[in-house]
């Protein structure tokens, strides 16, 4: 293989890869996914499958004109993202957010890839930095080892990395209904269906409490040496939580408002959500519930909620660790290795956080990889867009120093001329973010064709 070859590799088949498949693909060019699943196995993955969900089913918010997560979706859809287009086809109820049926959605995403005329998958693992050709890194959090140490050489120092906990999935027919309800906060959603997205486990202050010390007192996952335990804010184990305060939790995941118990008059001291997982409503997962508990004290201190007695769990949580890189330091801002420009970086790995996120990167990284392959130039990102916002997060615009993972929010943005900052004027703040992001990123898109 020489630097002429044309063909554009993806290391990675996960939501960042698959992006950048499709969005190469559609330009013209040949693009091969090399992914190591089902070969070589992880511990979150249960599948083969490209794009396969794995911490939760949920690509958040769905509000484009209030929420940032919301634009990056709506952002995603005007460049035919495939991620986002199949998360709206097999999408589940859920309120305010964007959730999916999670299997369904990763065998569509793999489909539409293998169809493709211009997409091959060559199942194998990458275990050193490619010398020559085009390549995307798109390896996510779980990067194999002995690429993980490949990086870390080229780099000159050891890979970043924090610890990442799944929350625990349970059967809907092992709840017991005379103690939980349906009920989506603030009452979002008036259709049986949406009624139906979340389900609520109520706990007085004794329940609470004696819930918080077994939560303290379990056996707990641990650490190899040389690992340390430095979390993302975003998505902290519960027992972490707790550790904090025992009022953490009552504030955070298990908060009672927006919620009305219609079981007793009595107002919830604190309530454990459960959200709707699979379209058949057969499996609930406890939201906020990620978790490095050992299997035997899950199902003892999960019992503890009311409702969840004879809970029977189709999966536990667990911890994995979660590499990403420098990206302010070592990427370009066209998301190249420095030290090695054949190699872009997208995906999680580069710092985002979240799986619109790692797509949303996966999408410019394939864009501009291809924009090179064919010798196009392509107009820079528009930076008061949500793309343009976390582009120039990674690449530039965070302290190398201070790095850490970052889902994109409107603290990412640009001021907007005219507007106060400061929480009276919020909605009309993130409005104006909003309205123009999609005007310049419909600008961007209309510009390339």
């Not at 609470?208 to 979390?231: C, R, V």
């Not at 070592?330 to 797509?359: C, H, W």
């Not at 864009?367 to 582009?391: H, K, S």
Request: some cysteine.
């Amino acid at each position: 293989m020489t630097h002429m070859d044309k063909t554009l590799h993806i290391v990675g088949g996960g939501m960042a890869g698959s992006e950048a498949a499709w969005q190469a693909a559609n330009m013209g060019v040949s693009v091969i996914i090399h992914e190591m699943r089902p070969k070589v196995e992880t511990f979150a993955h249960r599948t083969g499958n490209l794009g396969e969900m794995v911490c939760s089913n949920s690509f958040r918010s769905d509000d484009h004109e209030q929420n940032a997560v919301g634009l990056l979706h709506w952002e995603m859809l005007q460049a035919g993202g495939l991620i986002m287009k199949t998360a709206y086809t097999h999408r589940l109820p859920a309120g305010g957010a964007l959730a999916v049926d999670r299997d369904p959605f990763a065998e569509a995403v793999t489909e539409a890839l293998l169809a493709h005329p211009n997409i091959s998958v060559s199942y194998d693992e990458i275990t050193s930095l490619p010398e020559t050709g085009h390549w995307i890194i798109a390896t996510g959090p779980l990067t194999s080892s002995d690429l993980g140490a490949a990086i870390a050489r080229e780099t000159g120092a050891d890979a970043l990395a924090f610890f990442d906990a799944i929350a625990p999935i349970v059967y809907f027919d092992s709840i017991d209904m005379s103690k939980a309800w349906m009920q989506s906060r603030y009452d979002k959603g008036e259709t049986e269906e949406e009624r139906t997205a979340y389900l609520n486990c109520p706990m007085d202050k004794a329940q609470y409490e004696s819930f918080i010390d077994a939560l303290l007192d379990a056996d707990k996952t641990e650490f190899h040496e040389g690992e340390t335990a430095g979390y993302f804010d975003g998505c902290l184990p519960i027992e972490v939580m707790a550790e904090r305060g025992r009022e953490t939790l009552r504030f955070g995941p298990m908060k009672p408002v927006g919620l009305t118990n219609p079981h007793s008059d009595i107002k919830p001291y604190a309530v454990v959500q459960l959200r709707r997982d699979n379209a058949l409503g057969t499996l609930y997962n406890i939201v906020g519930f990620q978790t490095k508990m050992k299997y035997g004290a899950q199902t003892e201190v999960f019992r503890r909620i009311p409702g969840l007695e004879d809970a029977q769990f189709a999966r536990l949580g667990g911890i994995h660790r979660n590499t990403f890189i420098n990206s302010p330091t070592l990427l370009d801002a066209s998301m190249r290795l420095k030290s090695r420009p054949n190699i872009r970086f997208a995906g999680q790995i580069t710092g985002v956080e979240g799986y619109v996120e790692s797509a949303a990167m996966g999408l410019l990284a394939g864009r501009m990889a291809a924009c090179e392959i064919l010798g196009v130039e392509q107009p820079e990102i528009p930076q008061d867009t949500a793309m343009g916002a976390l582009i120039h997060h990674i690449t530039g615009g965070a302290d190398a120093k201070t790095f850490q993972p970052m889902n994109v929010n409107f603290g990412l943005f640009r001021p907007v001329d005219g507007l106060k900052a400061g929480r009276r004027g919020r909605k009309d703040r993130y409005k104006a973010y909003t309205d123009r992001a999609k005007a310049e990123w419909q600008t961007w898109l209309d510009k390339i064709g």
